[in-house]
């Protein structure tokens, strides 16, 4: 039987969210996406999920089909949404999966409400370490950033922009799917995802390192957590992976060969097969 997923909206403080929902037994699965991405970017994974789960993956504000307000960014916004996002759906405990950004909000949650996660997963996460690569991290120069983005409203600025972002985040990107390819064309001309992105970068990133880094919190954890990094990720090194695994009380690491930033997309088969394994060690 194929399995559905649902694109669904739902009102969160005041603004229209878009979510994808799939499965109707199970412990609750939340996924978050990374800046500049969607909640297309687990597209790929989420029907093999929601055989065994209930599976959730939100559009943060700004980005997908959710309103894009302006508004600063900041990381206390988007922690403050995704706990918002558990209530809205009466999910009292979940496990929480994120991918770069969603990674260090789901980090957030977990120390700061540790009994809303039964789990973890920190997929490519931000916040680990200080290193990234200064390509991503240079648009936060001021000005810079906003006139390196203007041009990338137009249907030629945007499918350059999709380009250079895959060249970034894909060890392979021309074997990347043509749905995210058009998703990303699309946002790109979308009013104000350009804008709440490089807000949101700025909220993460200098012009020179990450400055949300959020290892000395790794200790604290009591959750199973699941570190998954891409072997050949560009924009965050597998080394802060390496290195968190071993701050962290009850850590695995999967690192997935010949893959670049956004291991659920690139190499979902893996990706889900790793998760899997994981929340079948801890009887989740």
């Not at 669904?8 to 109707?24: C, E, F, P, V």
């Not at 060890?171 to 043509?178: K, N, R, T, V, Y």
């Not at 992976?241 to 850590?251: K, L, T």
Request: hydrophobic letters at 45%.
């Amino acid at each position: 039987m194929v399995t559905t997923v649902e694109e669904r909206q739902i009102n969160i403080d005041g603004l229209s969210i878009r979510y994808l929902q799939a499965g109707q037994d199970g412990f609750p699965l939340v996924l978050l996406h990374g800046t500049g991405e969607s909640a297309i970017d687990w597209s790929w994974v989420i029907p093999n999920l929601a055989d065994n789960y209930r599976v959730y993956a939100p559009d943060f504000p700004g980005s997908g089909g959710s309103t894009k307000p302006t508004r600063e960014y900041s990381l206390e916004f988007f922690t403050q949404f995704a706990i918002n996002f558990l209530n809205a759906l009466a999910i009292e405990q979940a496990v929480l999966v994120g991918n770069s950004l969603g990674g260090l909000i789901a980090l957030r949650i977990a120390s700061s409400h540790p009994q809303r996660v039964a789990a973890l997963g920190l997929v490519d996460s931000a916040g680990l370490g200080e290193a990234v690569n200064p390509l991503l991290s240079h648009l936060t120069i001021p000005l810079y950033g906003e006139i390196a983005l203007a041009g990338c409203k137009t249907p030629i600025g945007a499918s350059l922009r999709t380009r250079s972002r895959a060249a970034l985040q894909f060890a392979h990107p021309g074997q990347i799917h043509s749905a995210w390819i058009a998703e990303q064309e699309h946002l790109s001309q979308m009013p104000g995802f350009l804008e709440a992105t490089l807000s949101s970068l700025r909220a993460q990133l200098t012009p020179l390192k990450q400055h949300a880094v959020m290892v000395d919190v790794l200790p604290q954890l009591q959750m199973p957590t699941l570190i998954v990094w891409g072997a050949d990720d560009l924009i965050f090194p597998k080394q802060q992976a390496q290195a968190a695994v071993e701050r962290i009380p009850q850590a695995y690491l999967r690192l997935i060969p010949d893959c670049g930033h956004i291991p659920p997309l690139e190499r979902p088969e893996q990706f889900t097969a790793a998760l899997r394994e994981f929340l079948t060690k801890i009887n989740l």
